[in-house]
């Protein structure tokens, strides 16, 4: 499927308040997202999926408290990338409208190297400057059928929404990773070595103008496991 209909109206036929089978969707959704597509820039640029999180907003329907954090977007069509101040997102049919919005937020990418990038402000930043005026990102369908082992987990959210996801009495989980990955402990943080694959807490290049050099500092991440 590459003409992104599965991310139209997912949940049209969902019961307001069953979170379950809202959750189970998502759950759908993400599988087929990191088997099967990736987020490309050109013909040699690929950005495989390694945690996603779901955000949606309907009126009347899905706009209880664990909803209304969804960044707002009109005229968005399904597999569209929106940006915004947290990271980019893939949309579902969005419209104010319609009065329903929402998207999968990118927290985490792996490239074709496998060095993992985590964080959704880190990822921004990487895919966008990986783009040139004539090559900007796009979702793809790769069709690989990939095998990837997907988790779940609770969202990564400021402390106060931290707090409310996991008192919630049904658990909903919306966050999904790539449970391969995982925590590497034993990384070796040496300022002169290039980052190591498989790693959730990434380094973070810096310019020193005091020394001219160019140095590697362990950026902070949290990660799933950890939630």
Avoid at 69 to 90: C, E, M, N, W
Avoid at 131 to 142: A, G
Wanted: with cysteine; glycine share 6%.
């Amino acid at each position: 499927m590459s003409d992104f209909s599965f991310l139209l109206n997912p949940f049209d036929g969902i019961t307001g308040g069953n979170t379950k089978e809202f959750e189970d969707k998502c759950k759908e959704i993400a599988k087929d997202l990191f088997k099967n597509y990736c987020i490309s820039i050109g013909n040699n640029t690929r950005y495989y999926f390694a945690e996603i999180e779901f955000y949606y907003w309907e009126n009347e329907k899905w706009n209880d408290d664990w909803n209304r954090v969804t960044y707002p977007r009109d005229d968005k069509k399904a597999g569209q990338l929106f940006y915004h101040s947290s990271g980019i997102d893939i949309c579902f049919n969005s419209s104010y409208c319609d009065k329903k919005f929402g998207g999968i937020l990118i927290r985490a990418i792996k490239g074709q190297n496998d060095i993992v990038t985590a964080g959704p402000l880190v990822c921004s930043q990487l895919i966008l400057n990986s783009c040139s005026p004539k090559e900007m990102p796009k979702l793809e369908y790769t069709g690989d059928n990939r095998n990837v082992p997907v988790e779940q987990s609770i969202r990564s959210l400021g402390k106060k929404d931290m707090e409310k996801e996991r008192a919630r009495k049904d658990g909903l989980k919306l966050c999904f990773y790539d449970s391969s990955i995982g925590m590497n402990n034993t990384s070796n943080y040496d300022k002169d070595k290039i980052p190591e694959k498989n790693v959730w807490n990434p380094r973070r290049y810096y310019f020193d103008k005091n020394t001219g050099d160019i140095k590697i500092a362990k950026a902070s991440y949290s990660s799933p496991e950890k939630r």
